[in-house]
C-alpha cells in the first residue's frame, strides 16, 4: 500500500478542549526507529480488527514530555507531517496536534534543528468522546488529550481470552512509554465508555 500523511494542525474546539499545554519534546532521533527495546505490540489502528501498517512520511521518533512517543513525524513542504495508519487501504488519522505551541515546537525541531529537549511535567489525560462502533471485537474508538495539545485516538477492544474484559489498542506509531501513565489513561478510557453505555467498569487492566 502507498504510504500516506496528514499535515494537520486541529483547533482546540475540534474536541472540546481549550488549554494551553505544557507538552515538551524531550528527545528526537531521525531514525525510523530511536530504542532496540521500545517492542511495539502491533494492535489495530481505527480498523475494526487486525493490525495495521504505518506511514511514516520518511519521518523520525519524537518523545513528549519523557512519556509520548510518536513515530513518523516529518517536514515537508514547509509543514510539519503527521503519521497516518492504514487499514485496508483506508488511511486513518490517529494523531493531531490540537495547539499552535506545539506545532511550532515540531517544525522548529524538524526545520531547524532546535530541540530544546526541556524538562517537562507528566501530561494530563482527558478523554474528549467515546464512538461506539458496530464490530463485536473493536467496540469503540476513544479519542484520548494530553495536555490539551495533542489527541490520540484509542480502540476499545473485546478480550477474547478474558470475556467481559477489555482492553485499549493503541496505534502502531504511539506509545506511552511510562507505565504508571499508561494504566491511568486505560482506566480512564473504560471509565468514558462505561459512561457511555451507563454501566460500571472493574477497575483492572
Not at 483547533?11 to 531521525?30: D, N, Q, R, W
Not at 516529518?74 to 506545532?103: C, W
Not at 468522546?129 to 458496530?134: E, I, P
Request: aromatic share 8%; hydrophobic share 45%; glycine share 8%.
Amino acid at each position: 500500500m502507498r504510504n500516506k500523511a496528514a499535515v494537520v494542525f486541529m483547533l482546540a474546539f475540534f474536541c472540546g478542549v481549550i488549554s494551553a499545554g505544557t507538552l515538551e519534546i524531550t528527545k528526537f532521533s531521525a531514525a525510523a526507529k530511536d530504542d532496540s527495546t521500545d517492542k511495539v505490540t502491533p494492535p489495530p489502528a481505527s480498523g475494526p480488527e487486525g493490525p495495521a501498517k504505518v506511514g511514516q512520511a520518511g519521518g523520525g521518533v519524537m518523545v513528549f514530555s519523557g512519556a509520548l512517543k510518536v513515530t513518523g513525524i516529518s517536514f515537508q513542504k514547509n509543514a510539519v507531517v503527521m503519521p497516518v495508519t492504514e487499514y485496508k487501504g483506508r488511511a486513518y488519522t490517529d494523531i493531531k496536534l490540537l495547539s499552535k505551541g506545539l506545532y511550532a515546537k515540531i517544525e522548529a525541531c524538524l526545520s531547524k534543528g532546535v530541540c530544546k529537549n526541556a524538562a517537562a511535567a507528566v501530561p494530563k489525560i482527558s478523554v474528549a468522546g467515546v464512538k461506539m462502533l458496530k464490530s463485536k471485537t473493536r467496540v469503540a474508538n476513544a479519542e484520548t488529550v494530553f495536555d490539551g495539545e495533542l489527541l490520540v485516538t484509542a480502540g476499545v477492544m473485546n478480550s477474547s481470552y478474558e470475556p467481559g474484559e477489555l482492553w485499549i489498542a493503541w496505534p502502531e506509531i504511539f506509545k506511552i512509554k511510562n507505565a504508571a501513565l499508561k494504566h491511568k489513561t486505560e482506566q480512564l478510557i473504560k471509565e468514558a465508555y462505561a459512561k457511555a453505555l451507563k454501566k460500571p467498569v472493574a477497575s483492572g487492566r
